[in-house]
């Protein structure tokens, strides 16, 4: 299999967890967000949707979108499962994943962020209240639902699943933009745990190939 990511996108992130988590082998190949590569033709052509990640099966099978490519894996690869197959889990770990990957993902996406400063002129300050406000109003509702219905040291459990999948990489970007989290224990003791296991080890920005210092 192939992999365009790059070292820091979260959902690049996301995939590089479920890959590991399910022991699957991959080539990189880093793809530079920061100098616009993600809109160079020779990749838009691969992946219209002019970001990362995308995966390229080993019959060439191309396929753009983090969860789509994760839902692919979790069918394809079915073990471990990070898509539970009971309703009511299934349910339940969908609901955190699309609040993360729906909900406070794309309103602070690199192009958006962008957008505000070079297209409407806003200030590194607003940019910054932008990013914390939208932080803040997604993981207020991670944290409750994850009261609501967590147990275990993941989010659902003591296996993770695509919630910690969509969580982990959401946090990190939180934390590198210097959002305060002090208000979510339990989302960052799943945060602290997961990160102790080798796969999201393995998937972390820090151990990509692409790594910019
Ligand atoms: N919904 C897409 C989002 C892909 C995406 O936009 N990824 C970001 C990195 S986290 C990116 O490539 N941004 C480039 C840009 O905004 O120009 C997914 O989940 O794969």
């Not at 999948?165 to 989302?187: E, I, K, M, T």
Request: aromatic share 10%; charged share 25%.
């Amino acid at each position: 299999m192939q992999l365009y990511s790059f070292f820091n996108s979260s959902t690049s992130y996301r995939v590089r967890i479920a890959l590991a988590l399910k022991g699957l082998a991959y080539d990189y190949h880093g793809v530079n967000i920061r100098v616009g590569e993600q809109r160079e033709p020779e990749y838009v052509a691969k992946n219209p949707g002019k970001g990362v990640p995308l995966l390229v099966e080993n019959d060439g099978t191309m396929i753009s979108q983090s969860m789509a490519i994760i839902s692919y894996l979790d069918e394809r690869y079915p073990e471990p499962r990070l898509i539970p197959t009971d309703l009511i889990e299934k349910t339940r770990v969908l609901e955190i994943a699309n609040l993360i990957a729906c909900d406070m993902h794309p309103v602070n996406n690199l192009r958006i962020l962008g957008y505000l400063t070079k297209r409407l002129g806003v200030s590194d300050e607003d940019k910054s209240g932008w990013y914390n406000h939208w932080i803040k109003e997604g993981f207020d509702a991670v944290e409750a639902l994850l009261e609501r219905y967590g147990h275990g040291r993941c989010c659902f459990g003591d296996e993770p699943t695509l919630a910690d999948v969509c969580l982990v990489p959401q946090v990190g970007n939180a934390l590198r933009f210097g959002c305060d989290l002090s208000g979510y224990p339990r989302l960052m003791a799943i945060y602290e745990y997961c990160l102790t296991l080798p796969a999201f080890e393995q998937a972390a920005p820090a151990n990509q190939p692409d790594l910019i210092k």
